[in-house]
């Protein structure tokens, strides 16, 4: 998505749009450092045993790609009267780690972040990496230090330039408007199994009213129902869903 109309600091950064695409997201998540146990699976269906049967579990993240064009402001300035007063968590003891998005087409990157610095798949970052590095330097940031943090990562820059032109389309240019925003859904780093919704453009982590009980993960019964909602919701200003899962393959 593009976010030009959503401000966010003026948007002083623009990054190639990654591709909605599962090798191109596990590339990424290896370049910045993430086990190569782990990886990025399409779900094809939300209801048919047979597709949910073939994504590797436990599911640790999801990131739910969809249409938003114009009609997606209206959602940021409903969360915006919802939730008046932005998001200024920082620290340890956060549930969940957030990054506003402040870099203009990186919806993919910051579904992509969120999935990796949050719940079980934060077990799975080697040390040292670039992406344990980052964020040694934000968890004890508030929202804004962190943005601007994660804009002045080169190593994060010039790993997603790379992921952004090695889809299997031709690569838009960093500036062009996209139609297509990402969403995460995550659990808490607490480790009692609230699940959140991870929007960079929205006004912080959104706490669902989904918990996840012990043995169960993102596409379990309650999980599927969380994401059919969203997807209920969203249907009439668009169409054309897409989901990807974080799993230990």
């Known amino acids: ?3 030009s109309q959503s401000g966010n600091y003026g948007r ?6 990654l591709e909605s ?6 590339e990424l998540i290896h370049t910045l450092g993430v086990s190569s146990s782990l990886s990025f699976q399409d779900v094809y269906s939300l209801d048919d045993p047979d597709l949910l049967s073939l994504v590797p579990r436990p599911v640790f993240g999801l990131v739910l790609i969809f249409p938003a064009m114009e009609d997606y402001d209206k959602v940021l300035e409903e969360d915006k009267k919802t939730r008046p007063n932005a998001y200024t968590g920082k620290g340890e003891d956060e549930p969940v780690i957030w990054f506003e998005q402040t870099i203009g087409n990186a919806c993919g990157l910051y579904g992509l972040l969120h999935c990796i610095c949050n719940g079980q798949a934060r077990q799975y970052l080697k040390p040292d990496s670039t992406i344990s590095n980052l964020l040694k330097i934000c968890v004890p940031l508030d929202p804004t230090e962190r943005a601007l943090a994660l804009e002045a990562s080169e190593k994060v820059e010039y790993a997603h330039a790379h992921a952004g032109k090695s889809g299997h389309t031709a ?5 062009d408007d996209v139609e297509h925003h990402y969403v995460a859904f995550v659990t808490s780093n607490t480790g009692n199994g609230d699940v959140y919704e991870m929007d960079g453009m929205k006004q912080g982590p959104l706490k669902t009213d989904v918990t ?8 379990t019964e309650a999980g599927r129902n969380l994401i ?15 989901l990807m899962a974080l799993v230990k393959t």
């Open 21 to 26: 695409n599962p090798e191109v997201f596990t």
């Open 12 to 17: 002083r950064k623009h990054y190639i749009p």
């Open 228 to 242: 059919k909602a969203f997807i209920e919701r969203e249907q009439g200003r668009s169409i054309g869903f897409s």
């Open 171 to 175: 690569a838009p240019d960093p500036k």
């Open 212 to 219: 996840l009980k012990e043995g169960e993960d993102l596409l």
């Open 1 to 3: 998505m593009s976010t």
